[in-house]
């Protein structure tokens, strides 16, 4: 087993576990601890915020081209090392190897779309009411960035964060998962091996309340960027209130799909499939509630739960496996109390439902048809591999479930008709509506919720826009 050295990083020094508290990080398919990670101490925050707070002088300063050099060149150690980061993100998130691979290298392209966009921060000349006067609107760098990143997109969610920060020419204190700190350390090797200046990016991990509650309240740290749950959000939105600090959120999901009766089913089936199942259903905009027109309801669960049934669960470095295990025991005993629960409340399954026992936290990817509004799984993200089917009849139906709960970060259309294409984006209360695929989020795409799936973008310009101060300029 090869594995990354686990550390802290903080203005410019990586720091150890040598003499200190730490935690183990385990393998989510074998139970194997892979390595015991650094906490931070509250000194240790305190110095990674000093060290931001100063280093923030000098990389505002630098220049778009010279920041821009940086963040390419990040991109291509990221493609270098491919297989190396793949490997962890495999060893501590469990995903399969092939499907870990293919986040790095999306990994790579936030750096590589950042590099793109850091030249293109614009200003403008405003015409003037009076000739003697010029009026200017300039983009400057919000200043420190907190940042807080979950554990089931280790690559992509901290690689988005910070480039866009680093583009802007903010500074950042990163706390990444301690369950994937591996992936995290990587990635920021990268970025420090691309020539990033010392304490332009730190990295801490330890007891999230408390290390969250240390940076909202420092008055240097200007903006905080959170993937997480809602309650989690909400908390840290009150945290923010007392030194105004600008919030990005990026919240839990429970996305609908709608699937019309003029759709081509077998693609449907294909694409909602491989979304559903990848990383075990761990993300946020998988799709979680799937409404199918009635007279295509039972040829539809039937292709479903066939495909579904020849998914391949285990260890994700075996070559056949397409599903790996859970991130931790707590997903593991979550999936259990929903799919009982869902059964409980008239559901039915039909393919999968099994929580399997042994070392490792897998569970067999699950397809349960005819559920009702009352089973936890139908009103509480599942945030894993279980699908929920039911019939409905009519659009406004359809549209009505969609947007029944609090949650709008990504939805699924699948029709063949432009027309109910249009009518259902119009009236998803969604960040992202996709229509006939599922792929909710990209580089260069804006990416973000509305209702309690969070604030503010990700992603794209807009994304790179969330670190940004627009000055305006008025010169006699």
Not at 76 to 86: D, F, G, I
Not at 166 to 187: F, H, R, Y
Request: proline letters at 5%; one cysteine or more.
């Amino acid at each position: 087993m090869q594995y990354t050295q686990l550390a802290l990083l903080i203005d410019g020094q990586w720091i150890d576990a040598t003499g200190r508290e730490t935690i183990e990080v385990i393998d989510p398919a074998t139970e194997q601890v892979l390595g015991k990670l650094p906490m931070a101490t509250q000194h240790d925050v305190a110095s990674a915020i000093a060290a931001a707070d100063k280093a923030f002088a000098q990389w505002r300063d630098t220049s778009a081209l010279a920041r821009s050099d940086i963040l390419r060149q990040t991109g291509a150690l990221l493609r270098q090392r491919q297989e190396q980061v793949a490997r962890t993100i495999t060893y501590e998130l469990g995903k399969p190897l092939a499907e870990a691979m293919g986040e790095v290298i999306v990994a790579a392209e936030m750096f590589e779309w950042a590099a793109e966009e850091a030249r293109r921060l614009y200003g403008r000349i405003i015409p003037s009411r009076n000739r003697d006067i010029r009026q200017m609107v300039i983009q400057e760098p919000v200043g420190p960035v907190a940042a807080f990143a979950g554990w089931n997109a280790p690559a992509i969610t901290p690689s988005r964060k910070i480039a866009g920060a680093l583009a802007a020419g903010c500074t950042i204190v990163i706390k990444p998962s301690e369950e994937t700190a591996g992936v995290a350390l990587q990635i920021a090797r990268a970025v420090v091996d691309a020539g990033l200046p010392a304490g332009v990016l730190n990295v801490v991990f330890g007891e999230p309340g408390s290390i969250s509650e240390q940076l909202m309240a420092a008055p240097e740290i200007k903006m905080v960027t959170f993937t997480g749950s809602t309650a989690i959000g909400k908390h840290l939105a009150a945290l923010a209130a007392p030194t105004l600090k600008r919030l990005t959120l990026e919240l839990g999901g429970h996305a609908p799909v709608l699937v019309f009766d003029d759709c081509d089913i077998d693609e449907a089936v294909k694409n909602i499939t491989a979304a559903k199942f990848r990383n075990s259903g761990q993300i946020c905009t998988s799709p979680t509630r799937i409404y199918v027109q009635d007279s295509i309801y039972e040829a539809f669960i039937e292709k479903m739960a066939d495909a579904v049934s020849k998914i391949t669960i285990g260890n994700g470095f075996d070559n056949d496996v397409k599903m790996g295990p859970m991130a931790n025991p707590r997903r593991h005993a979550a999936m259990s109390q929903l799919i009982e629960d869902a059964v409980a409340n008239g559901a039915k399954i039909v393919a999968g439902g099994q929580v399997i026992k042994g070392k490792g936290w897998f569970v067999q990817p699950t397809v349960i048809r005819d559920f009702n509004n009352q089973c936890i799984a139908a009103n509480t993200e599942p945030f894993g591999p279980l699908a929920l089917i039911r019939s409905f009849s009519t659009f406004d139906q359809a549209i009505s479930e969609a947007n029944r709960l609090p949650f709008g970060l990504a939805s699924y259309v699948f029709t063949l008709n432009s027309r109910t294409a249009k009518r259902a984006s119009d009236r998803i209360q969604s960040g992202v509506v996709c229509i006939n695929h599922c792929q909710a989020s990209l580089p260069e795409t804006p990416f973000g919720g509305l209702k309690d799936s969070g604030l503010g973008k990700e992603g794209g310009i807009e994304g790179l826009e969330q670190f940004i101060n627009t000055k305006y300029i008025s010169q006699l």
